[in-house]
């Protein structure tokens, strides 16, 4: 018997098949195929980990530390958090039932996603946003709801846009300031007009603070500062940007204890722990790794001040990024589209950036660029974006 006829049912779920791929994969893609190309698109540190954070991870090793942790961290690593963000940023946290160790700050979203979300449920996105907050609300049955922040309004979110965006259906919002893709930072006293409108409508938020430290002309202010904010936040953050551990896959989470937990069942069964090594790399990071925190920060206020002002020098207007490490410059004035424009780029001046239109409304006429890499590589991104501006008489 032969079933050579039978046709096959469907093999992929509907919600994968409607998801886009990322649209900054390609370009990368693209680039990888191209010599002396210079990457604004990457958005990692270019810095190395620090040689203490490596080596507290490899002695750990040796010192045969390679079975699992506990499901939520190693309590000694929740315990430098806990420790952590009160001393940084002024919110506090238990290390039992309020923190949760996850593998990058991306398991941190889907998870916080995945415990509160029904079939149905609005979640408002912030946007331009890192890219997959509105797949990841998707995936758990959700329907994301973008907001576009506007080039005039610094990118802030405004408490007129929120108030327009919710409905009987909404449940939570996605925050993250400073921000991925326009460096946007939002202050306290914006963040509380924010705060008001969350607990009049009874909402919950998801505030990605991976980019906190990265914060330049003022302090960062922590969301579940704001009055009433605590018990309705789940802050996400992790070790990538600030301690450049991009690689070592390590996040964490900060929350109510019933949020926490139900993230922590998830958790328990899609991925046990987050790796041994890398959690004690983690635990001599917070413990002694802030003044190479403090270098890094430096090195990217540098960059920042030196490719903001050469963007409108060659006539791409850029808004002032207060935090994280891109500049969102304005293309606009090409007459071309961002994807058009940075495929051109690529291809003629082998510039690799990200068109700003894959990050969700009012990304359309922009490209986000890292200034996450050396002072010359910026100057001569700089000299190679002036010439393809010159020769299409743009500028």
Known sequence: MTFSSVKNKQRLSDSVQRIKPSGIRRFFDLASTMDNVISLGVGEPDFVTPWNVREASINSMERGHTAYTANAGLLELRQEISKYMKQRFQVSYQPEGEVLVTVGASEGIDLAVRAIVNPGDEVIVVEPSFVSYAPIVSLAGGVPVPIGTKKENDFKLTPSQLEEAITARTKAIILCFPNNPTGATMTENELKEIAYLVEKHDLLVLSDEIYAELSYDEPHYSFPRCEGMWDRTILISGFSKAFAMTGWRLGFICGPEDIVSAMLKI?????????????????????????????????????????????????????????????????????????????????????????????????????????????????????????????????
Do not use: W
């Open 267 to 395: 958790h328990q069964y899609t991925m046990m722990c987050a790796s041994t090594l890398a959690q004690h790399g983690a635990i001599e990071a917070l413990q002694n790794g802030q003044e190479d925190v403090s270098r890094m920060v430096t090195s990217y206020r540098q960059r920042r001040n030196y490719l903001v002002k050469a963007f409108d020098e060659i006539g791409l207007p850029c808004h002032f990024p207060g935090g994280a490490f891109y500049a969102f410059p304005d293309i606009s004035p090409t007459g071309m589209n961002a994807e058009e424009f940075a495929e051109q780029l690529l291809v003629e001046e082998q510039v690799a950036v990200v068109p700003g239109d894959v990050f969700g409304e009012g990304g359309e006429t922009h490209i986000r660029c890292s200034y996450a890499t050396s002072l010359d590589s910026l100057r001569t991104a700089i000299e190679r974006m002036g010439a393809f501006l010159e020769r299409h008489k743009i500028n």
